[in-house]
């Protein structure tokens, strides 16, 4: 089982940056993929970004189109971490974003969720 807690959410004036970060614990051996996804009221869960664990070859990152060039994931080479660095917030941004894990057995777990909000 694997316990995730994020943070660094807020409040930021569109064009402001912020800095997600989750911690990882627990069973670690078998996360394969860490990353982000976010949900705004009304709409459905989506991935945001990606990136494969150290040992997984080749490296792989993965971003939504919609945050493609403003958005930078990261993550700790002991899964202990996941990062993401916001640039160029929007409005269209504002959501919960959650962090998350894939096994390698195809199991995704999910953390509470952090909000950020983009104000116009």
């Known amino acids: 089982q694997v316990q995730l807690v994020e943070s660094g959410g807020g409040l930021v004036q569109a064009g402001g940056s912020l800095r997600l970060s989750c911690a990882v614990s627990?069973?670690?051996?078998?996360?394969?993929?860490m990353g982000w996804g976010r949900q705004a009221p009304g709409k459905e869960r989506e991935l945001v970004s990606t990136?494969?664990?150290?040992?997984?070859?080749?490296?792989?990152?993965f971003y939504a189109d919609s945050v493609k060039g403003r958005f930078t994931i990261s993550r700790d080479n002991r899964k202990r971490g996941v990062y993401l660095q916001m640039n160029s917030l929007k409005p269209e941004d504002t959501a919960v974003y959650y962090c998350h894990v894939l096994t390698n057995n195809g199991i995704r777990s999910w953390g509470q969720g952090t909000q950020v909000t983009v104000s116009s």
């Open positions: 627990g069973n670690l051996f078998s996360i394969k993929n």
């Open positions: 990136v494969t664990t150290v040992e997984v070859l080749p490296d792989s990152t």
